[in-house]
């Protein structure tokens, strides 16, 4: 029977049964995620030559962290809450080779996680993080989160939502991200293209995709996903808009840390024969 | 002959796939699946052109169209 291509990346079974449908609710946008993600890497694989074996996956806890170790045949990590890009720079020390995707939410990432977060890009390190932002707490409950836009109404803030947005983006430019793109999950071609940059770029790249969350928005997931085109606008238009700009934002490549690191390695050998 | 299957037993029936096709192939049907999701339904597959933007946008990996 003819099968979605991408279930060839995908654990179907497990030890204790089947591990599909995944948990996800129906129209979550990190279920299209990693179909994105999934197509990029297989593009890498098939066209690219790039090995299977180097492809790692690291996610902290969170819907969109869920992505990993339940249901993917790579190499992969379900970590820490926060700490999943403490745990990909240990994996790069142990082999600069390695190809390595971040899955992360708003939460994971910006909220508990933000001290990593900043710190793995002013060091550079040679990840691909996937930060699928829905703008609340999703696993939780729909509650406020750093991301969460003003005057959003969810069950913490039930007359509205009074604080601003983080926006991740400016900050991980700021903190030294090499390569910054920011995409709604309704731009499946510019995702692919995005993830492929990103694991091509040898440094830190951030990619935030900005997600429904049909559930706790109270819509169906098609009206839920198209609302996102009305708050975001081409980054080429930003200027003259006060919507969020989407598109490629930065593209700065600089030493990464593992190079810095490999030629600390050579200095000292030198100096010890 | 273009086949346009959809997997029972993973669709949740969010209908992205609907909203995405550019030639509208698929549609609602009326059949639900063990867990009550309605799921979509192939109308015209000889608009087709097998572009595989359903197969791209799928959250739930469970709709595959026969590739170019």
């Known amino acids: 029977m003819l099968k979605h291509p991408m279930l060839e990346y995908i654990k179907e079974e497990g030890s204790s049964g089947m591990r599909l449908p995944h948990i996800l609710c129906p129209g979550c946008g990190a279920g299209q995620v990693l179909n994105y993600t999934l197509h990029a890497v297989d593009d890498l694989i098939k066209e690219e030559g790039v090995k299977k074996e180097n492809f790692v996956f690291i996610s902290g806890v969170g819907c969109s962290s869920r992505l990993t170790s339940h249901y993917l045949d790579f190499d992969s990590g379900w970590t820490i809450h926060g700490r999943s890009l403490a745990i990909a720079t240990g994996a790069l020390l142990a082999n600069p080779e390695l190809k390595i995707i971040v899955f992360t939410g708003d939460g994971d990432a910006a909220a508990i996680g933000g001290n990593h977060f900043i710190h793995a890009f002013r060091r550079n390190i040679n990840v691909t993080v996937l930060c699928v932002n829905n703008g609340l707490y999703g ?26 947005a983080f926006d991740l983006c400016k900050l991980a430019e700021v903190a030294g991200a090499s390569y910054i793109s920011r995409w709604i999950t309704a731009q499946p071609m510019q995702i692919i293209k995005a993830v492929k940059k990103g694991i091509a770029n040898k440094g830190a790249s951030f990619i935030e995709v900005l997600s429904q969350c049909p559930v706790h928005e109270h819509e169906t997931p098609v009206d839920s996903m198209n609302a996102l085109k009305e708050i975001t606008v081409p980054v080429k238009k930003a200027e003259s808009s006060d919507k969020i700009p989407v598109g490629e934002l930065h593209f700065a490549p600089r030493p990464s840390w593992t190079e810095r690191y490999e030629s600390v390695i050579e200095k000292a050998n030198q100096r010890l024969s | 002959m273009i086949e346009i299957v959809i997997d029972a037993k993973y669709c949740k029936g969010c209908n992205i796939c609907i909203d995405f096709c550019p030639k509208k192939v698929l549609r609602c049907s009326k059949d639900i699946n063990a867990k009550g999701y309605r799921l979509p339904e192939a109308v015209d597959i000889d608009a087709c052109t097998q572009c595989q933007l359903c197969v791209i946008v799928c959250p739930d990996l469970a709709i595959a169209v026969t590739p170019k």
């Open chain 1, 139 to 164: 696993m939780t409950g729909g509650q406020v989160a750093p991301t969460t836009l003003p005057f959003v109404n969810t069950p913490t803030t039930p007359y509205g939502n009074i604080e601003d």
